[in-house]
Structure formats: structure tokens, C-alpha cells
């Protein structure tokens, strides 16, 4: 029995294939003293907005990174349709008219309407 397993076990090792590291697993794997930041927005202060909501009495850590992460790809969102009104304007700064003009024309937004006023 010792025969078969010490066979077995050549022929597991000798079925491995080389894993071969992307600079993400690298980044992901190493031990730096600083980790990577997943978020942008400081997560204090969103975790303070989640607060001034009268039914939230706590707040998870998972719950405040998903928030977080939604709010920062909202505003990515946000902030490329108002800079395809910026370009067409044929200007190089993003204004109040840019953003008004996006919330205006782009269904999803339109919940936003008002709300800059």
C-alpha cells in the first residue's frame, strides 16, 4: 500500500501546473504594511450619513462598504454623463448647467431632479 500511495502522490505533483501571478494576486498576496484602499470616499463619514437616518440605529461593516462602493460608482456614473454635456459644450470644465443638463436628459437621474436647487 505505501507503493501506491507514494504514486499517487508523483502523480498529483507531477499533474500540477504552474500558477502563474497576475500583479493583482501579487498585490493581493503580499504582506505591505499598508493595504490596499477598496474605497475612496472616507468611510466615517459615510458611516456618519447612514447615522442621521432615524430608523438606522447600527451600521455592519459590510453594509458601510457597500454603501460606500454604490455612492462611489453613483458619482463615477453621475460624472460621466455630465461630461458628455461638458464636451458637447466644447468646454474643458465640468458646470452646474453640465450636471443639470444630465439629471434633465437621463432617465436614471432623473430621481435627481430638484435636488441641486
Known sequence: ?????????????????????????????????????LVKL????????????????????????????STEMFLEHLAKESGKFMGMGKRKTVQKRDVDAAIDNIPSLCFLDGALE
Do not use: G
Request: glycine share 0%; net charge negative.
Open 42 to 69: 472616507p468611510l466615517a463619514r459615510i458611516k456618519h450619513i447612514m447615522k442621521m437616518d432615524p430608523d438606522c440605529n447600527l451600521v455592519s461593516q459590510d453594509a458601510l462598504f457597500l454603501v460606500t462602493k
Open 1 to 37: 500500500m505505501e507503493d501506491i500511495n507514494e504514486v499517487d502522490i508523483e502523480e498529483i505533483e507531477t499533474e500540477r501546473q504552474p500558477v502563474t501571478e497576475t500583479p493583482e494576486l501579487v498585490e493581493l498576496t503580499t504582506t505591505s504594511p499598508e493595504k490596499p484602499k
